[in-house]
């Protein structure tokens, strides 16, 4: 440990705490004090903090105490992750539209920030993030840094969107943020909605100015600061780790990160409302569910709890939201729990992939479900990723969207990476597809462009066709 990280971890994070009514040294302390329970140890956490929670719900959250009182429930029926089943799930639009039902009546005495989910899952929905969230969140985001190599005081650079990178139109706040983030977190973030050759420019010269231990930031992004750096044959300043977050990180562009950053890559997922956080630690076997922080189920359409190993919906309850609680909150994104516990020890189950936002995934028209990932694999020649071969081959599109109109009829948009490549270059691509999807017709197409998103994150894969 650097003697600035420890200057920084041990006197001016507690001091940083200390003005700005936070706790993040107290979080990171609780997540290592638990970060070695047992599962017994962390169910038993989970029903102590679930049955605290759910008395409160009922005595001080109006929308609860009606949804117990119709169902003919008290607190005492609901002890354990298993008695979850008995409550309803709970949407976005539920919440949108009976948000002041949703406030606890004590929230006026707790400590909370007001947040708003990003409009890249559908209309913004606006909720209460009590302190105690806020805290375990960001306590256990260091804890996933710290099984990365990557520790507070380092520096680091972040290139992301507004999930990540927040803009602040109150002057006086960005100024107080931004020494905090730079002195503090030694965090410098620049906003990567804009991905032209120019923008990739001014991020890499902005990276090697800064010299970070530590590269953050949106999978795609990264990705294509990482191709820029490749094309022009670009010096890159030596980097411990890369952290991904924020959106499906695809197999091609971990090997992308790790070839051109020469760091390994780890990935994590999170949705602040819901409380879900998620890390890879250093054997990269999956995401270690923050388990202290909320009780993760995976249900099918109709809300019944799956099996492990079976993909479903991502359905969770926020143990530490007390101002403005989430009971089964549907997050919208779609993943599995991995039926085996990872070789590195921690009794933390394991999400296999997340499919990513829901209505993302593909079906084809015998209902079969396809995640993001083997959407990703069907760029490659054989699907198989592994040989170079085939990467080189994937390297000659420079974007590409599969998009699935509501028949369920295929059209695979390519922006050729040299205009003068001939579209049969990309014909296995065709027959990928045509093995997968029998009954669609798949069409391969070159644009000039792919269209971006608002959000500033990559939309690859969009389907309208509902099974
Ligand atoms: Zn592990």
Redesign the pocket.
């Known amino acids: 440990m650097s003697l600035y990280s420890y200057i920084d971890g041990h006197i001016l994070l507690p001091l940083g705490d200390r003005l700005k009514g936070r706790d993040l040294h107290g979080a990171f302390a609780e997540a290592l004090r638990t970060e070695w329970f047992t599962e017994e140890q962390l169910e038993q956490l989970q029903n102590e903090k679930l049955q605290h929670l759910v008395r409160h719900c009922y005595e001080n959250v109006p929308w609860y105490r009606k949804v117990f009182d119709e169902r003919h429930l008290t607190p005492d029926d609901i002890r354990t992750r298993a008695d979850l089943v008995k409550l309803p799930i709970l949407t976005k639009q539920t919440v949108r539209e009976h948000r002041e039902e949703f406030i606890s009546r004590d929230a006026a005495q707790r400590k909370y920030v007001e947040d708003s989910t990003g409009g890249s899952t559908g209309t913004p929905m606006r909720y209460l993030e009590d302190m105690g969230t806020w805290n375990t969140r960001r306590g256990l985001g260091r804890r996933g840094w710290a099984?990365a190599g990557f520790e507070v005081g380092e520096k680091l650079f972040t290139l992301a969107g507004n999930s990540l990178v927040r803009k602040n139109a109150d002057g006086k706040k960005v100024l107080l943020k931004d020494l905090y983030d730079r002195i503090i977190m030694r965090n410098c973030k620049q906003d990567c909605t804009d991905v032209t050759p120019e923008a990739l420019e001014r991020y890499y010269r902005a990276m090697m100015r800064y010299k970070p231990s530590g590269i953050r930031g949106y999978a795609s992004s990264l990705y294509f600061l990482a191709r820029y750096i490749e094309q022009h044959r670009l010096p890159v300043c030596p980097v411990k780790v890369v952290l991904t977050s924020g959106e499906k990180l695809h197999p091609a562009y971990r090997y992308k990160l790790q070839q051109v950053f020469r760091a390994p890559v780890f990935d994590a997922y999170g949705a602040a409302d819901g409380g879900v956080s998620a890390h890879?630690?250093?054997?990269h076997?999956?995401l270690?569910i923050g388990e202290e922080h909320c009780i993760l189920e995976i249900v099918d359409t109709a809300g019944n709890p799956l099996p492990e190993g079976e993909v479903g919906h991502v359905i969770t309850t926020d143990l530490n939201n007390y101002a403005f609680p989430f009971l089964r909150y549907r997050v919208g994104d779609m993943a599995y729990i991995k039926p085996e516990r990872?070789?590195?020890?921690?009794a933390?189950r394991?999400l296999g992939e997340v499919i990513g936002r829901e209505g993302r995934a593909i079906y084809n028209k015998q209902g079969r479900p396809y995640s993001s990932i083997v959407m990703d694999n069907m760029m490659f020649k054989d699907l198989d990723f592994h040989t170079e071969a085939h990467q080189r081959l994937y390297e000659k599109m420079e974007r590409f969207q599969i998009r699935q109109d509501s028949r369920g009829d295929l059209k695979i948009l390519i922006k050729p990476a040299d205009p003068a490549e001939p579209l049969e270059t990309f014909a296995y691509i065709r027959e990928n597809f045509q093995q997968y999807f029998p009954d669609s017709a798949v069409e391969l197409l070159f644009v000039e462009d792919i269209p971006p998103l608002p959000s500033g994150k990559e939309d690859y894969c969009y389907s309208e066709f509902v099974y």
């Not at 890879?280 to 054997?283: L, R, S």
């Open positions: 099984w890879e630690c250093y054997m076997e999956g270690h990872c070789s590195c020890g921690r933390h394991l």
